[in-house]
């Protein structure tokens, strides 16, 4: 019954694990690390410090859940690690009994974290751009290039909201407002879902708010915190996008690791959010229930915790759900249920991808027709999968355009035929400083010195060169991203005292575990600039030369004197391959930056948390010295043209707690050149029955213009939108006062509408209303 495609997955599902040993249940609830081969023979398992690899040969005559990172563990051609893959699958299959194959995954955070795919913007750049459509056709491009050479689940995205930016995986991140990472995160999941890989939602849930920003460190914050501000995207994702599998978060919330948390993982989501689909391990996140979190004594009662709280599948390799789980079992410790409990869900999903079917083949699309074994497929195959292909190179270019963010500007841009322009910082001549830490050339490539990046990534100095074809352009280091020698800075401030422009590129180093300034394991303790950058900065703005201080980094710093003193300030997180193309435009005025800021950037290098999502006393008061107000907010950004908003119609101001308000207005770009508004609603509740934050984004539009061109923007704010978690823990509208802010940032309130809700308090759930109805019509 089965192999009958006709019947639905959960019938065939049940069917096989009725024929099933105990060991073969629990070995299709492991993944094993491995890594193509370049020769195109099998995977081989990953040496990796964390565990020893298994034996292969012992372990798959009783089968294979996962195959982790074939393609984004060590450089490999595309054509021939789709060769390894199919060849390895082909064995997997044939040495079970019932021919089942492993389901396939991969990083895909900034891109196909694979040797020659196209690196993407980070998400934090998703963010800046705020136009979920972009994103949605690069997720899609992003899942047809996995899919096409034998994957099947993409681990992204990541839908953890920023509380502290000293946090090192800030740039994995969407920003700091859970309504722009819900819609920009539902964008990426349905585009990846679309061409038929599994998305995984993650971390599950609370990892950014770790304390202090510290990696893994304990989270500590309420149940009302957590359900306003930390679930809401992950609620918006599996409502609309509709994802396959969800990540647990390593952390654990006043004592409750995510891994462990039956509420989390099968009460909230399962039951109530309804989602049916696979929750996997983030990488030896259950071995860690045991090893940092002590509340497991042994393996098997570690495992024993997961399976019971929802978790089903173990990755990156077997350690827990192997033999510990198996004995843990024999000993009634753990009920066998619970096992077929994570193995229906395995199966139902092994089901709908195909790989339960009679006919299913192991040979993926790209390598149609070719014949694994033969001996001569590595070498005629060698070179006919381009993973980065001109179509993706658009996307790419194009959100990186988006994503720039202008946050100051004097009027020195965009640059008129400088005849000398002096090119200064540690990221001036780098390839590597648009990509970050997930990125295949940071992430694997940097094990690998000797082999090519794989891709194209032309350095500042280069795009620079072609898109000024007429000046000089000197260029000095003056600094490295993190050391701590002066050295350089004489020779900087002499090319800057010839110029007629300095252009400051300053920023990080994306890296792993202290590696980098950026990255997972890369927190800090400020947001000063790394290493003597600042010194650099203000040396170079001592000089009298306008400087254009252009920032390539993973998250927001605080940039000292330039907050005032730079002619201009361009703010770009991890562009991507084509991202020093799109900085250049935006120097040249080829592109007119159009980005706004998804996380605040800091006045002050020492004051965190400081996110633009606080209550009134977590902002500036009198009854404290230090001021936390930003120098950019949360979606600050400037551009080449202005507009007007005015002619503000407000149809409906007081509705009942289940109505909805109804406002429009006329939006008018005044300026001479076509550009992008990004129109942001927020939403003040002065008076509720618990703490709110001041405001908080419930809607927004990216709307483009040509010059001189108008449009009638209108607005149907449901009251759902309006509603939060009261003092018993239910979420409710009150009735009330509020106030609407039409605006161009947190910090720029363009038009104000007060509204009022009346009637009684009304309690909503999960099928609440998540967006505003927002239509544009043009003039």
């Given amino acids: 019954?089965?192999?009958?495609?006709?019947?639905?997955?959960?019938?065939?599902?049940?069917?096989?694990?009725?024929?099933?040993?105990?060991?073969?249940?629990?070995?299709?609830?492991?993944?094993?690390?491995?890594?193509?081969?370049?020769?195109?023979?099998?995977?081989?398992?990953?040496?990796?410090?964390?565990?020893?690899?298994?034996?292969?040969?012992?372990?798959?005559?009783?089968?294979?859940?996962?195959?982790?990172?074939?393609?984004?563990?060590?450089?490999?051609?595309?054509?021939?690690?789709?060769?390894?893959?199919?060849?390895?699958?082909?064995?997997?299959?044939?040495?079970?009994?019932?021919?089942?194959?492993?389901?396939?995954?991969?990083?895909?955070?900034?891109?196909?974290?694979?040797?020659?795919?196209?690196?993407?913007?980070?998400?934090?750049?998703?963010?800046?751009?705020?136009?979920?459509?972009?994103?949605?056709?690069?997720?899609?491009?992003?899942?047809?290039?996995?899919?096409?050479?034998?994957?099947?689940?993409?681990?992204?995205?990541?839908?953890?909201?920023?509380?502290?930016?000293?946090?090192?995986?800030?740039?994995?991140?969407?920003?700091?407002?859970?309504?722009?990472?819900g819609t920009i995160a539902t964008a990426y999941v349905q585009g990846l879902e679309s061409a038929g890989i599994v998305a995984t939602l993650k971390h599950f849930a609370g990892y950014s708010a770790s304390r202090a920003g510290r990696n893994l460190a304990p989270v500590a914050m309420g149940g009302r915190e957590r359900a306003d501000v930390i679930l809401p995207p992950f609620e918006m994702a599996v409502r609309e996008g509709r994802p396959r599998s969800v990540m647990h978060a390593y952390t654990d919330t006043d004592g409750i690791p995510s891994a462990a948390d039956e509420e989390l993982l099968t009460g909230l989501l399962r039951k109530t959010w309804g989602f049916d689909g696979t929750v996997v391990a983030d990488y030896f996140g259950i071995a860690f229930l045991k090893l940092l979190h002590g509340v497991a004594g042994s393996w098997g009662e570690a495992a024993g915790l997961a399976l019971a709280s929802g978790v089903d599948i173990e990755l990156p390799t077997v350690k827990t759900f192997g033999r510990p789980l198996l004995d843990a079992v024999e000993a009634g410790a753990v009920p066998e249920e619970l096992i077929d409990r994570a193995l229906r869900r395995i199966l139902v999903q092994k089901a709908q991808l195909g790989l339960l079917d009679p006919h299913w083949d192991p040979i993926p699309s790209a390598l149609s027709g070719a014949d694994p074994n033969a001996p001569e497929a590595p070498d005629a195959l060698r070179?006919?999968?381009?993973?980065?292909?001109?179509?993706?190179?658009?996307?790419?270019?194009?959100?990186?355009?988006?994503?720039?963010?202008?946050?100051?500007?004097?009027?020195?841009?965009?640059?008129?035929?400088?005849?000398?322009?002096?090119?200064?910082?540690?990221?001036?001549?780098?390839?590597?400083?648009?990509?970050?830490?997930?990125?295949?050339?940071?992430?694997?490539g940097?094990?690998?010195?000797?082999?090519?990046?794989?891709?194209?990534?032309?350095?500042?100095?280069?795009?620079?060169?072609?898109?000024?074809?007429?000046?000089?352009?000197?260029?000095?280091?003056?600094?490295?991203?993190?050391?701590?020698?002066?050295?350089?800075?004489?020779?900087?401030?002499?090319?800057?005292?010839?110029?007629?422009?300095?252009?400051?590129?300053?920023?990080?180093?994306?890296?792993?575990?202290?590696?980098?300034?950026?990255?997972?394991?890369?927190?800090?303790?400020?947001?000063?600039?790394?290493?003597?950058?600042?010194?650099?900065?203000?040396?170079?703005?001592?000089?009298?030369?306008?400087?254009?201080?252009?920032?390539?980094?993973?998250?927001?710093?605080?940039?000292?004197?330039a907050q005032s003193e730079a002619a201009a300030i361009v703010q770009s997180f991890f562009p991507g391959e084509a991202g020093t193309e799109a900085i250049a435009g935006v120097l040249s005025g080829r592109v007119n930056p159009s980005g706004r800021l998804p996380v605040s950037v800091p006045r002050h290098k020492g004051v965190q948390p400081s996110t633009y999502l606080a209550a009134r006393l977590a902002q500036d008061s009198d009854?404290?010295?230090?001021?936390?107000?930003?120098?950019?907010?949360?979606?600050?950004?400037?551009?080449?043209?202005?507009?007007?908003?005015?002619?503000?119609?407000?149809?409906?101001?007081e509705t009942g707690t289940d109505g909805s308000f109804l406002v429009g207005f006329e939006l008018r770009n005044t300026g001479d050149r076509p550009g992008s508004e990004v129109v942001q609603f927020y939403l003040h509740d002065p008076v509720a029955s618990v703490v709110q934050p001041v405001q908080r984004l419930v809607g927004y539009r990216r709307v483009p213009l040509d010059a001189g061109e108008r449009c009638r923007v209108s607005l149907e704010l449901p009251a759902d939108l309006a509603s939060f978690t009261g003092r018993e823990g239910r979420r409710i509208v009150e009735p009330g006062e509020l106030e609407l802010r039409i605006s161009a940032s947190s910090t720029d309130h363009r038009l104000t509408v007060p509204l009022r809700l009346t009637g009684r308090i009304r309690e909503v759930d999960h099928t609440r209303r998540l967006h505003p109805a927002v239509i544009v019509e043009r003039r």
């Fill in 446 to 561: 940097g094990q690998h010195p000797e082999v090519p990046i794989g891709i194209e990534l032309p350095t500042l100095r280069e795009t620079l060169t072609a898109e000024f074809p007429g000046a000089e352009i000197v260029s000095a280091a003056g600094a490295t991203v993190d050391g701590d020698s002066t050295a350089g800075f004489a020779e900087a401030v002499a090319a800057a005292g010839d110029a007629d422009v300095v252009v400051l590129a300053l920023g990080d180093r994306a890296g792993l575990f202290g590696r980098g300034t950026s990255g997972e394991g890369c927190d800090v303790e400020s947001l000063q600039l790394p290493g003597v950058q600042e010194q650099l900065l203000h040396a170079l703005l001592d000089a009298g030369t306008p400087v254009v201080l252009v920032m390539l980094a993973g998250r927001p710093y605080a940039l000292g004197r």
């Fill in 623 to 653: 009854v404290s010295s230090t001021r936390t107000s930003p120098a950019y907010g949360f979606g600050h950004g400037l551009g080449y043209t202005d507009f007007e908003w005015s002619a503000l119609d407000v149809s409906v101001a």
């Fill in 383 to 444: 070179g006919s999968v381009d993973l980065d292909p001109p179509a993706n190179r658009r996307l790419a270019r194009e959100l990186a355009e988006q994503a720039v963010v202008l946050l100051r500007n004097d009027g020195t841009l965009p640059l008129r035929r400088p005849a000398r322009i002096a090119l200064i910082g540690p990221n001036a001549e780098t390839p590597t400083a648009v990509l970050g830490c997930y990125a295949f050339p940071v992430h694997v």
């Fill in 1 to 181: 019954m089965w192999r009958d495609a006709s019947l639905d997955p959960g019938t065939r599902a049940d069917a096989l694990i009725a024929a099933m040993t105990l060991r073969e249940k629990t070995a299709q609830l492991v993944g094993v690390w491995v890594g193509a081969s370049d020769e195109g023979g099998e995977v081989a398992p990953h040496q990796h410090e964390m565990e020893e690899p298994p034996d292969l040969d012992e372990l798959l005559p009783h089968g294979l859940g996962q195959l982790t990172r074939p393609f984004g563990t060590v450089p490999v051609d595309a054509a021939v690690g789709a060769l390894s893959l199919a060849r390895s699958q082909q064995r997997i299959a044939a040495a079970n009994r019932f021919g089942i194959p492993a389901l396939a995954h991969e990083e895909c955070l900034a891109g196909f974290a694979a040797w020659g795919a196209t690196a993407y913007p980070v998400p934090l750049s998703w963010g800046a751009a705020f136009n979920p459509e972009l994103v949605r056709a690069m997720a899609a491009a992003i899942g047809a290039d996995m899919r096409a050479v034998g994957i099947h689940q993409g681990l992204a995205p990541v839908l953890d909201v920023v509380r502290d930016a000293r946090w090192g995986r800030v740039e994995e991140t969407i920003g700091e407002d859970p309504y722009l990472v």
